[in-house]
């Protein structure tokens, strides 16, 4: 079985996060999401709208989602130590970074394949965000 792992705010859902979890679950077979726990969020200097029991919920009724977990730790491996998944999922910004080329390494050693997956560059929680800020002003 091929189990698949992914995790993000997934504030203000919207079609990008949509068609990287169509496209996720459409490569494994079990499609786990980790969704950021607020406190997490924080780490960017942000804030979320949503606050993460909807979000969580959101994400738990999305039908190519088949578990939303709590992501209360930046650190993938970790969560690969506790669920063992087959594919990581993650957003093409990564790719060639420092940061993931070393987790890269780390994850082939235990037999890990990382997928990028190109942004949805039309949309995005940032922008959408944005504009609701300059509606209110």
Known sequence: MQIGYTSGVYDLFHIGHLNLLRNAKGLCDKLIVGVTVDKLVAYKNKEAVIPFEERIEIVRNIKYVDIAIPQEDLDK????????????????????????QEMEEKFKDVGVKIVYFPYTKSTSSTIISNTLKNLKQ
């Open 77 to 100: 491996f970790k969560m690969w130590e506790k669920l063992h998944f087959n594919t990581l999922f993650v957003g093409d910004d990564w790719f060639s970074s420092p940061r993931w």
